[in-house]
């Protein structure tokens, strides 16, 4: 067991406390609201809400632009900066053209237990595609790119629901472990509030 | 469970999610990579897996399980050194040396993917492992004579 506790000594070196455990692959219940049954209001209100969860640093993090170099950004990170090792994940957005993602990434069950290390869930590592920029954008540009199905993967609203539901990346960030803040509210409140600001009809900010 | 090391079949009877880099040292012997912080911080404990450069320390075991494991002591031999080995001798890159065989490894990955690196790539594929000696002028300078010799050959 000596291994074990050469990196329970690593873990001696932080202060900061790992996060209870989730239950792995944490799934949600999809159930969208009746249409017409919710008010462009109370659709905004749930969009702010997204929008919490969105430029969180567990989210806007990785959801960077076509420089392609992730943040780290956050309350145990200090002033935000790129991510340390010089890292760039490139267009491939999962570092193909230069050092993988996945090369400390790793495909990994059960929980992020270790503070600074390379958060891992069971899938590969990357960015999200470069036309869901989120980092430093405002409420209005990330909502106007949510509802825009030439960037967001040309889902409608139940679409972005199931792929939270189904991206283990997604459901990291509300259980990230090691000392990291989770994104804000639960996994399934995020998916609520998806389901009831499409059915809304996707209100924005910059909306008549 | 069986792991392929430098070309050779290894039993070895580990828990599945017991690091790479532990089953390679305590296991198998295999002393050449380093352990330098066990979180993916340094690179100290690069190896490849099916050619791809990895940090053993975060690799559980049971993930390394059907690849193609390489350590410093499979990417050559003394009497057949692999290019990067030639040259990092040739530069005398290392000061101490703890950090070499990660750099080794990983300067051997980037190479396969960059058979003529520029400066900026070789920074950026390179600034995951760490050197407190600070060889980091002689680690490129060893890289682009590298990437020479592997054009010659």
Not at chain 1, 24 to 42: K, L, M, W, Y
Not at chain 1, 114 to 141: C, D, I
Not at chain 1, 176 to 187: H, I, K
């Amino acid at each position: 067991m000596g291994w074990k506790i050469k990196t329970a000594t690593a873990t001696l070196l932080v202060t900061s406390l790992a996060l209870a455990a989730f239950a792995e692959g944490e799934n949600v219940t999809i159930n969208p609201p009746a249409e017409g049954s919710i008010s462009r209001q109370d659709g905004f209100e749930a969009w702010q809400r997204i929008y919490e969860v969105t430029s969180h640093p567990r989210c806007s993090n990785c959801h960077v632009g076509a420089d392609n170099i992730p943040m780290w950004s956050g309350p145990s990170y200090g002033v935000a900066g790129p991510h340390g090792m010089n890292i760039n994940a490139g267009e491939s957005r999962i570092g193909a053209e230069y050092l993988q993602c996945s090369a400390c990434h790793t495909y990994r069950e059960g929980d992020n237990d270790m503070p600074h290390a390379a958060p891992q869930v069971a899938t590969n590592w990357r960015l999200p595609p470069v036309e869901a920029e989120w980092f430093g954008k405002s409420g209005v540009e990330i909502c106007n790119q949510l509802r825009d199905p030439d960037r967001n993967g040309g889902r409608d609203f139940n679409e972005i629901a199931g792929h939270l539901d189904h991206d283990l990346i997604l459901h990291w960030a509300w259980n990230p472990g090691g000392g990291r803040e989770p994104a804000p509210f639960s996994l399934q409140e995020h998916v609520n509030d998806v389901l009831a600001w499409g059915v809304a009809g996707y209100p924005c900010e910059n909306d008549e | 469970m069986k792991l392929l090391v430098n070309g050779d079949e290894r039993e070895v009877d580990v828990e599945d999610d017991m690091p790479l880099l532990w089953v390679l040292r305590d296991e198998l012997g295999l002393k050449g990579t380093k352990y330098g912080c066990g979180i993916a911080q340094c690179g100290a404990c690069t190896v490849h897996m099916d050619g791809v450069a990895v940090r053993s320390c975060q690799v559980a075991a049971a993930t390394a399980e059907g690849t193609d494991v390489v350590t410093i002591e499979g990417l050559g031999m003394p009497e057949a050194l692999h290019a990067v080995q030639d040259a990092w001798i040739e530069h005398q890159v290392a000061q101490c040396g703890y950090c070499q065989s990660g750099q080794i490894m990983q300067a051997a990955a980037l190479l396969e993917m960059h058979p003529e690196p520029s400066d900026d790539v070789i920074d950026i594929v390179m600034s995951g492992n760490l050197c407190r000696c600070g060889t980091y002028p002689r680690i490129r300078a060893a890289v682009k004579t590298a990437a020479t010799k592997l054009q010659e050959t």
